[in-house]
């Protein structure tokens, strides 16, 4: 059969080879296999399905929540000769029902439908009279509430595909699943020993880097200067930021716009259709910009604070190199800029189940921030994705700075923290290694304990910079909710009982676009 796939695939693509994972997912899905495959966007899931409804007899079912999708897949799966249809509500009764009865006959190979429409008794009744191979189901993170767009209409999937009379093959697409939410969706749709696949997260065309500790208007307009001739997104996290931001660049002279949703349609597409042609270069933008520009040239994306999760950081960094051409993504990180997050996630909507996963998540996004590891890896590896080797050009791979050994360093915030019996955040614990006078300090006795004063020669800043990076290395950790509290994780004790040492690397900055570094 995987003689034929790949026939097809020149046949009726004109691709010579498959890219990495489509032909393992393929191979599973034919092999008879219940498959979960999370592939990002662009990442040709489309195929995935595809291929296997032209190989299996029947029908293949496949359902997807965006009509503009299913109108396009459907035109170019015609075009090519294969027969496809829709079901969707922009379709009128007639058409509605001319659908139905072709779909009965059996003459299509793929029948498109939205989740909703699985709940018509009409569809109810056709699926009994067709013969239904394969269920595919685009955008799968749907069916779960840890998911980031939850729809209650996939959590019928599941039921209805179980009433079936013979229960298809079922295979799940998504571009976003965090193994929690691969995991609730393997289980919410009933999958029978699924084959789950990670695959194509890494983007070999971008170098990664998080930039800690400058000044960020100076940096930025070095930046810049290295960079006249290109184009490039900066997102904020905050509509009043990128208005600053903007209006600072446009001082300067550059030819910079800006996007958010306090703008007006009307300015807003106009902007975006002069960034497109190459009129403005610079995007100062949140993340209302995005949806829907496929720029392929965007050469930098930087974000001047970090956003709230690692999915939407890689999913707008992503934006740069479309082209496969070398680009930048660089992260400003500041710890307070954590607090802003934390902000926006408090005051949000969602219940208190979704802000503390949105809360874990932004540890995680935190902990991007201050890693030393490769951070390719770190954001392939947070996908599900495991077998990808350093990339060799992120700020930290790049990072030839000496470690500087602070286990002493280490010894006396740990053994702090661990005094503090898991009370107190993280400004607290930075208030009693500097010896602070602070009233509610004070008031809670915390001066009287050994570990006061002992980091009293650096700033308070730093004492809760050296907290927060003993968290993102895993030896601390922050409790969930409005308050988070640190505490000593497992890791702490080997430190404690000085059996393990603490290096540290401090920081380079990014790159120039001509290679040396920039100033810090
Ligand atoms: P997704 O649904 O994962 O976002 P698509 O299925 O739309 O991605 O595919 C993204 C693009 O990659 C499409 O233009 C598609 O034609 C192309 N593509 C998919 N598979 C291959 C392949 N094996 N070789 C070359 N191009 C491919
Ligand atoms: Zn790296």
Not at 42 to 69: E, N
Not at 269 to 275: S, V, Y
Not at 364 to 387: A, K, P
Not at 497 to 516: F, L, N, P
Request: one cysteine or more; glycine letters at 8%; proline letters at 4%.
């Amino acid at each position: 059969m995987m003689q034929n796939a790949k026939q097809l695939l020149k046949k009726i693509y004109g691709y010579d080879s498959f890219r990495k994972g489509q032909e393992n997912i393929i191979e599973g899905i034919l092999n008879g296999s219940d498959t979960l495959a999370i592939l990002p966007t662009g990442g040709g899931k489309s195929i995935c399905y595809q291929l296997p409804a032209m190989l299996l007899p029947g029908t293949t079912l496949v359902i997807s929540p965006l009509i503009s999708l299913m109108k396009d897949q459907v035109d170019s799966l015609t075009r090519v000769g294969v027969p496809a249809a829709f079901l969707n509500s922009s379709l009128s009764a007639a058409e509605y029902r001319e659908v139905l009865r072709s779909a009965r006959n059996g003459d299509y190979k793929l029948l498109y439908a939205a989740p909703e429409r699985l709940d018509a008794p009409m569809f109810q009744t056709l699926s009994e009279s067709m013969q239904i191979p394969l269920i595919a189901i685009d955008e799968a993170h749907c069916v779960s509430q840890w998911g980031h767009d939850f729809r209650p209409s996939y959590r019928q999937l599941a039921g209805w595909i179980n009433r079936l009379e013979q229960r298809p093959l079922v295979a799940a697409f998504t571009a976003t699943a965090t193994s929690d939410v691969a995991d609730d969706i393997e289980q919410v749709l009933g999958l029978r020993s699924p084959r789950r696949f990670v695959t194509g997260f890494a983007r070999p065309n971008l170098s990664l880097s998080v930039v800690t500790g400058v000044d960020k208007k100076r940096f930025l307009t070095q930046f810049l200067s290295d960079r006249k001739e290109q184009s490039g997104i900066i997102y904020t996290a905050t509509r009043k930021e990128a208005e600053e931001v903007c209006s600072q660049l446009q001082k300067a002279g550059l030819e910079a716009g800006k996007y958010h949703g306090g703008l007006s349609d009307a300015e807003r597409a106009e902007t975006q259709e002069r960034f497109r042609f190459d009129d403005i270069r610079i995007m100062v933008a949140t993340n209302a910009f995005g949806m829907g520009i496929d720029k392929p040239n965007v050469r930098y994306v930087l974000h001047w604070q970090m956003p709230g999760d690692l999915e939407s950081y890689y999913q707008e960094a992503g934006r740069a190199g479309r082209d496969g051409e070398e680009s930048q993504c660089v992260l400003l990180f500041e710890p307070a800029d954590m607090q802003v997050q934390r902000f926006l996630i408090e005051q949000g909507s969602g219940d208190e189940d979704r802000k503390s996963v949105q809360m874990s998540k932004l540890h995680m996004m935190m902990n991007y921030s201050r890693t030393q590891r490769c951070l390719q890896q770190f954001i392939v590896d947070y996908f599900g994705e495991s077998d990808v080797e350093p990339c060799g050009k992120c700020s930290c791979c790049q990072d030839k700075s000496e470690p500087v050994n602070r286990t002493e360093d280490a010894k006396m915030a740990l053994s702090c923290v661990g005094r503090m019996k898991g009370r107190f955040g993280v400004t607290m614990a930075a208030k009693v290694l500097k010896g602070s006078r602070d009233k509610r300090l004070l008031e809670f006795g915390l001066d009287r304990l050994t570990t006061y004063g002992l980091m009293r020669h650096l700033p308070e800043k730093e004492i809760a910079d050296w907290l927060y990076w003993l968290v993102a290395e895993g030896y601390l950790r922050l409790s969930e909710g409005q308050y988070p509290v640190v505490s000593l994780t497992a890791n702490a004790l080997p430190v404690l009982e000085g059996k393990q040492e603490i290096m540290q690397r401090v920081r380079a900055s990014v790159r120039k676009s001509g290679g040396e570094a920039a100033g810090g």
